[in-house]
């Protein structure tokens, strides 16, 4: 993209070269006859002449005056949107800094990643890409008119910045806003693609004076927020430098804990609700802490999918859980299906099919014995791509579960298009289902939607024996959860299977 902006550069500097120099030409040897056509009367012709001089370096000061406007022009708007870009960008902020000063008025930075736009990039190529970089700039510019500027900094970064701020709930309802007109589909030409942007938000002067204060403290603030979940937004806190060193050095951790395989894998059972028997199980991470005890998934797992880290855990659960299968048949023990988690990065890999074709070859067992559970905002994110990658795994036999259904952005159309195994209804809707009418309207639809698609609907999270009573009355069709069985190591998981 960046080369793109560069050429355009180089061209107008080129053909404004050659204008410049071919006028020159013309002035130079065809001065005379030029003036001969406006000038009739001799003595005046004559006159003229004499300022020949005088008139080139005045002709050669405009052009290089409209030469130098236009280059710096260029420079400061991104050929992609249209939009200003981070040149104009650190000299606004400046500007608007100096005035809200004066004015006594707070000033709102709000920086706006576009998440996984690469996979956009990498599936359709960098015009088409370019072309919905372009939409979103131009929605953001119509939406944000009054008291706003937007920037387009770089390929799928922009800022929103507001002046006149004289309440911090000015600020929030800014971001909501940001957030609502993202987490949703877009339109590129015949295509929808599932946009979601992460915004870092900082506030002068609350959070600095100086704008490369303010610029450092919102990429943390963005930072802290993919940590967090993608698709959301943070204000700057102090304690966010703290929580990012801290994530470091989990990070660090991650890296000795893959060399030294410190990972262990724990197997969940799940149970066909008609006649309790074990129909699979789910494989679980478990990172022991040298205490006795677990460093908790939800810690680590988030720092692990932005570092890029998720990919070898990911790539060492699918080989252990593999290998496992391999164990159990050679040992004469018949398998249940194990799914494995993808991440959403994982999911984006291009090289993930044949990966998984690998590590079958290598360890030499059948897919009937593999389920793979993806979220819904990894499907999501493009959707067409989701449909092939998909197909492809059905072909190679791998089950499908579309994991924490009801918690993320999936349209019914799209979900008819995808063939999807098993719908697992997240536990967050199992937990109220004997309390909470809604969650319990929400569960008989998805149960009845499943069903209505052709696809087996499972449970997570059923924790006791009114739950479990009240699925198997409205027809679900397996169960998960610390009723039936918590996670088990894999000596005690195997013993189930006898």
């Known amino acids: 993209m960046f080369r793109k902006i560069k050429t355009n550069k180089i061209d107008f500097i080129i053909v404004f070269f050659f204008i410049y120099i071919v006028l020159n030409i013309l002035l130079i040897f065809n001065f005379d006859w030029l003036a001969s056509i406006f000038i009739k009367d001799l003595g005046n012709l004559n006159q003229v002449k004499k300022f020949k001089n005088i008139g080139y370096i005045l002709f050669s000061a405009l052009f290089f005056f ?17 939009l200003p870009n981070k040149r104009a960008f650190k000299r606004v902020l400046k500007e608007e800094i100096n005035s809200a000063e004066k004015a006594g008025l707070k000033l709102a930075l ?23 970089l372009g939409k979103v700039g131009m929605t953001l510019k119509e939406i944000f008119k009054e008291n706003y500027k937007v920037f387009h900094i770089s390929a799928d970064e922009y800022v929103v910045l507001k002046n006149n ?7 929030v309802w800014t971001a909501e ?5 993202f987490n949703k589909f877009w339109q590129a030409g015949d295509n929808w693609h599932f946009l979601n942007a992460t915004t870092g938000i900082v506030v002068y002067p609350d959070d600095g004076q100086k704008p490369d204060v303010l610029i450092r403290k919102v990429h943390t603030a963005t930072h802290f927020a993919k940590t967090r979940k993608k698709g959301s937004y943070e204000l700057y806190q102090n304690s966010m430098n703290e929580e990012m060193e801290e994530n470091k050095r989990i990070e660090a951790q991650i890296k000795v804990a893959l060399e030294k395989k410190q990972f262990l894998i724990f197997y969940q059972p799940q ?6 028997s074990i129909i699979g199980a789910e494989a679980l991470i478990r990172w022991p802490n040298g205490k006795g005890g677990f460093t908790p998934p939800s810690k680590f797992i988030p720092i692990a999918e932005m570092s890029g880290l998720i990919n070898p855990i990911g790539d060492f659960v699918f080989e252990s859980v593999c290998m496992t299968i391999k164990e159990w048949l050679d040992s004469g023990i018949k398998p249940v299906r194990i799914s494995v988690n993808l991440s959403p990065r994982q999911f984006r890999d291009g090289d993930l099919l044949e990966d998984i074709k690998e590590v079958l070859k ?5 897919s009937q014995w593999l389920a793979l559970e993806i979220t819904e905002g990894a499907l999501m994110e493009d959707t067409d791509c989701s449909i092939t990658l998909l197909d492809n795994l059905k072909k190679m036999g791998i089950k499908v579960y579309l994991d924490d259904f009801g918690t993320g952005y999936s349209s019914l159309y799209y979900l008819k298009r995808f063939p999807i195994d098993v719908l697992k209804i997240d536990k967050s809707f199992i937990q109220g289902i004997n309390t909470d009418p809604r969650e319990d309207a929400i569960v008989k639809t998805i149960i009845a939607l499943g069903h209505d698609l052709g696809i087996k609907v499972e449970a997570e999270g059923v924790e006791n024996e009114e739950q479990l009573k ?14 039936i069985s918590k996670p088990l190591p894999k000596e005690k998981f195997e ?3 006898f």
């Open 271 to 276: 149970i066909d609700i008609c006649d309790n």
């Open 177 to 181: 806003s940001l957030k609502n007109l």
């Open 110 to 132: 709000y920086f706006v990643n576009l998440d996984n736009f690469k996979s956009i990039n990498d599936a359709y190529g960098y015009i088409y890409g370019d072309r919905l």
């Open 362 to 366: 290598k360890t030499n067992i059948s």
């Open 470 to 483: 009240y699925l198997k009355d409205n027809g679900c069709d397996y169960v998960q959860g610390f009723l």
């Open 495 to 497: 013993k189930l299977l």
């Open 165 to 171: 701020v004289e309440f911090i709930s000015e600020v």
């Open 66 to 82: 409209i030469f130098t406007y236009q280059a710096l022009k260029i420079q400061s708007y991104s050929k992609i949107s249209g």
